[in-house]
């Protein structure tokens, strides 16, 4: 749902044509990840019924891992057809900025694709060197979501609900837990 919500919030607050999701392959460092088609077909169920949801499968069935800038190229080039081109923007959660600010080659992608930071939990930036250029850099590239409240909707946190059987708890759309259920993933048993 957190997904979702973010890209009904892109369409409809801040105008955007349309919001792509790009499930990341099987070769994404994180644990326990249901397999590719499994994850392409939830995602699909959950952007069904909005036109302007599309979601692209760039990633998926891939020898290695995907670097973003490599995926961004291909979305860029694929939307840039329309008369004005396109701009392209990345959706990363604000727990993603003491990465972003070690990304040496981001000064190369300027101008290329911004980053929309979405506030989830609050970054711990104590850790993170503070490179006067690299902060002024991300900052020239990103754009703050405005949220009343931190978005506390994370796919860990629905694999835990999931494994644990808090079911009723779980922010996913109606028909998606019984298809996590029914293809026995992150831990339920397989009807």
């Known amino acids: 749902m957190g997904h979702v919500g973010i890209g009904r919030r892109l369409l409809d607050q801040y105008a955007f044509d349309r919001v792509v999701y790009v499930p990341g392959s099987g070769h994404y460092p994180k644990p326990d990840l249901a397999p590719e088609p499994d ?18 499968d760039y990633e998926l069935g891939k020898d290695d891992w995907t670097e973003p800038f490599e995926t961004l190229l291909h979305l860029k080039s694929h939307y840039e057809q329309g008369p004005a081109g396109a701009r392209i923007f990345t959706v990363r959660g604000d727990d993603w900025l003491p990465q972003m600010m070690t990304w040496t080659e981001l000064a190369d ?38 949220s009343p409240e931190p978005f506390d909707v994370s796919s860990a946190r629905v694999r835990d609900l999931v494994m644990r059987g808090a079911t ?24």
Request: charged content about 25%.
């Open 39 to 56: 994850r392409l077909a939830l995602l699909q169920m959950s952007t069904a019924g909005e036109p302007r949801f599309e979601v692209c």
């Open 109 to 146: 992608h300027e101008g290329v694709y911004e980053f929309i930071i979405v506030p989830r939990v609050g970054p711990d930036l104590q850790s993170v060197s503070t490179n006067r250029e690299q902060m002024d850099l991300v900052s020239r590239m990103s754009h703050v979501m405005e």
């Open 168 to 191: 009723d708890e779980l922010p996913v759309p109606g028909g998606v837990f019984e298809q996590i259920r029914r293809w026995g993933l992150y831990g339920t048993s397989a009807r």
